[in-house]
């Protein structure tokens, strides 16, 4: 959302979710595309676990010395983003999507959003409709933020894989212990 909302967990998942593609299943770089606040913008943009101040959040998620983190989370880039892998995935290829941050709801009960930078939103009709035009074998989809379950009536087709931290109509949250939200911790 902003600079108030971004909290150093989210970026504690993102970073947890890279390093786990990279480390674990091998994934190359130039196949994961972290879009996240407000990308490689060098403002403060996060809030500190420690509620001491704001930072400006690390580019490199997987600690290797190269940045990772180009693209905003605005829905500009997030058109570009999937637009581009409509037109280069087949049915041969694997699409995972991983969402955390923020999310919000128009009517409490299935129609939800994701909150991007600068205070902009997803509705779930428009990402699946983004989603719709991609056409891979399988897609997993992990969606960690508040109302999230409002995204499965839209999202739900064959060969999709869809969790959600809560229904649409509850919140997410974090962990208590530790700086990173419960659902996609737990995941």
């Given at each position: 959302?902003?600079?108030?909302?971004?909290?150093?967990?989210?970026?504690?998942?993102?970073?947890?979710?890279?390093?786990?593609?990279?480390?674990?299943?091998?994934?190359?770089?130039?196949?994961?595309?972290?879009?996240?606040?407000?990308?490689?913008?060098?403002?403060?943009?996060?809030?500190?676990?420690?509620?001491?101040?704001?930072?400006?959040?690390?580019?490199?998620?997987?600690?290797?010395?190269?940045?990772?983190?180009?693209?905003?989370?605005?829905?500009?880039?997030?058109?570009?983003?999937?637009?581009?892998?409509?037109?280069?995935?087949?049915?041969?290829?694997?699409?995972?999507?991983?969402?955390?941050?923020?999310?919000?709801?128009?009517?409490?009960?299935?129609?939800?959003?994701?909150?991007?930078?600068?205070?902009?939103?997803?509705?779930?009709?428009?990402?699946?409709?983004?989603?719709?035009?991609?056409?891979?074998?399988?897609?997993?989809?992990?969606?960690?933020?508040?109302?999230?379950?409002?995204?499965?009536?839209?999202l739900q087709k064959p060969g999709r894989v869809i969790s959600t931290?809560?229904?649409?109509?509850?919140?997410?949250?974090?962990?208590?212990?530790?700086?990173?939200?419960?659902?996609?911790?737990?995941?």
């Amino acid at each position: 959302v902003n600079k108030y909302s971004n909290y150093e967990r989210y970026w504690n998942d993102c970073s947890y979710i890279y390093q786990t593609l990279r480390k674990r299943y091998n994934i190359p770089k130039e196949n994961i595309t972290p879009i996240m606040s407000d990308g490689n913008n060098p403002a403060v943009d996060m809030k500190k676990s420690d509620s001491t101040g704001f930072i400006s959040s690390p580019l490199d998620l997987d600690f290797d010395g190269a940045n990772d983190l180009v693209y905003s989370a605005t829905n500009a880039n997030v058109t570009y983003i999937f637009n581009h892998l409509a037109s280069t995935l087949t049915e041969d290829d694997n699409l995972f999507v991983f969402v955390i941050d923020h999310g919000g709801t128009n009517d409490g009960n299935g129609e939800s959003y994701i909150c991007l930078w600068n205070n902009e939103k997803l509705t779930d009709f428009t990402l699946a409709q983004l989603l719709d035009e991609i056409n891979v074998g399988t897609m997993n989809i992990v969606l960690g933020q508040c109302y999230s379950g409002g995204f499965i009536d839209n999202l739900q087709k064959p060969g999709r894989v869809i969790s959600t931290a809560c229904s649409a109509s509850e919140s997410s949250w974090s962990c208590s212990d530790i700086p990173y939200d419960e659902f996609v911790f737990q995941w």
